[in-house]
């Protein structure tokens, strides 16, 4: 399928990239913001790119500290927008994340899959009964750096918001345009305990032997987006 394509092709894109990872790390997992930024507002005459959440995606990888242990696996969006106005001038986005879709895609064993995918759906980590949804809401945007084609290298600051706890967020993203869509990739990396995610953490618990599991998870999104044809609506 073209998703598939397209997540071979930003693997390829991602090894080659490699060199760039230590400067990515540093950006992505700057400390959030002590006060939150106002959330971006857009402009009425922006054009309005709306995510197609089937083919979009967000692939999370979660590790253990004391041993060579990792998960990885994929979240869905329930819903996404993408404002930009005139010449390719980004203005922000919102993005409703559907956390009931989370599932874990590394262990073959199906049961023993399906054990880790509700252990991290409970009440240990993103309790998603009680919180089913998690949104990013951008709060500003810059060139990263000064890039010869707009639509490439931007920093993102944004407002996440996991179990009804919002921490800002930076990361890069490079956003292109292909065939009249916006697509969009990028990462970034959160210390899952300011988010009130504290299960297997060492700041909190002792004792815990091997058992210490990373406070950092990695994110990886993969944004595509097609140009609303109407206006914006209420």
């Not at 899959?113 to 500003?140: C, S, W």
Request: with cysteine; net charge negative.
């Amino acid at each position: 399928t073209l998703f598939r394509s397209l997540i071979i092709l930003f693997v390829a894109i991602f090894i080659f990239t490699g060199c760039n990872h230590n400067k990515i790390q540093e950006i992505n997992t700057q400390p959030p913001a002590e006060e939150l930024s106002q959330v971006t507002t857009y402009a009425d005459d922006a054009d309005i790119y709306i995510v197609d959440v089937e083919e979009s995606a967000i692939f999370w990888t979660g590790r253990k500290v004391l041993i060579n242990s990792e998960h990885k696996g994929i979240i869905k969006l329930k819903e996404g927008k993408i404002y930009i106005k005139g010449d390719r001038e980004y203005l922000g986005g919102e993005f409703v994340i559907d956390m009931t879709s989370l599932e874990t895609q590394d262990i073959e064993d199906p049961d023993s899959r399906q054990k880790m995918t509700d252990h991290l759906k409970g009440e240990d980590f993103f309790d998603v009964d009680n919180y089913p949804e998690a949104i990013i809401k951008t709060t500003a945007i810059e060139k990263y750096p000064p890039p010869t084609d707009p639509w490439v290298n931007h920093t993102i600051s944004a407002n996440l918001t996991i179990k009804d706890k919002t921490n800002n967020i930076t990361f890069l993203t490079e956003i292109f345009e292909s065939e009249g869509n916006l697509n969009a990739e990028g990462s970034f990396v959160i210390d899952r305990t300011k988010w009130d995610i504290k299960y297997g953490s060492d700041k909190f618990f002792t004792g815990l032997g091997d058992k210490v599991i990373d406070d950092f998870i990695e994110f990886r999104v993969i944004l595509f987006a097609h140009k609303q044809e109407t206006g914006p609506t209420e």
